[in-house]
């Protein structure tokens, strides 16, 4: 079955970067996804990478994906305090089996 | 574009009643898939619709049932509620184009049972 790991929490300092890790233990899965969810709100989608890249840059955002140790990484550059909340890898199969798969969230806390 | 609705955004019930709960898709999105969000399960996939067909299916009890109409809307119900079905439900919908299907996340349903 599919598994997906995350620390639970993160703190940084506002204007540093920020790492957020990810493992999961299918490698069949296609798609890999990174969501935010602030309080009370549902998952924003970030970002996703295809199972054949293995970077993807969008703005401060930087996805990292290491097929071999089946390990995702999001890097957040220049964190704000706006980027706290928690932040969900999820992972699919694609076309066909659309059901994400999602990991257990780290909660991002940024120090003014 | 409008975004992917979902109402109510709250709910409160009682344990043994029933309750329905409506998303529509962005437009021209044909996938509904219902996830449910607890502190102690984290996010689960409960079932996805397309065309109208539930396509896929998580490892939920029966009393969980949902449906999509021809405009792609979907409702979820669940019969005979218990304590433990208080969580936020959140629908996703996707465009399923091939390729991504990169699924877009409604607010959610707040769902309390008393």
């Keep these: 079955g599919e598994d997906v790991e995350q620390s639970l929490f993160l703190s940084v300092r506002e204007g540093d970067s920020s790492v957020i890790n990810c493992t999961y233990t299918d490698s069949s899965s296609t798609y890999l996804y990174w969501y935010k969810q602030e309080p009370g709100a549902g998952l924003q989608l970030l970002t996703y990478i295809f199972s054949n890249m293995d970077m993807k840059q969008d703005q401060r955002l930087t996805v990292l994906l290491n097929k071999k140790d089946k390990h995702l990484s999001l890097r957040i550059a220049d964190t704000q305090t706006g980027d706290s909340a928690i932040y969900f890898c999820a992972e699919s199969m694609g076309t066909g089996a659309n059901n994400l798969f999602f990991g257990t969230g780290t909660r991002l806390t940024v120090i003014p | ?114």
């Design chain 2, 1 to 114: 574009k409008a975004g992917v609705t979902q109402t109510p955004r709250y709910l409160i019930k009682t344990r043994g009643q029933q309750v329905t709960l409506s998303c529509s898709p962005i437009s021209g999105h044909r996938s509904v898939s219902w996830y449910q969000q607890t502190p102690g399960q984290g996010l689960q996939f409960l079932f996805e619709y397309f065309s109208e067909t539930q396509r896929n299916k998580g490892n939920f009890p029966g009393r969980f049932s949902g449906r999509q109409f021809s405009n792609s809307r979907s409702e979820m119900n669940v019969s005979t509620l218990e304590l433990g079905d208080s969580a936020l439900y959140l629908c996703a919908s996707s465009l399923v184009q091939g390729g991504t299907d990169t699924q877009y996340f409604g607010p959610g349903t707040r769902l309390t049972v008393l």
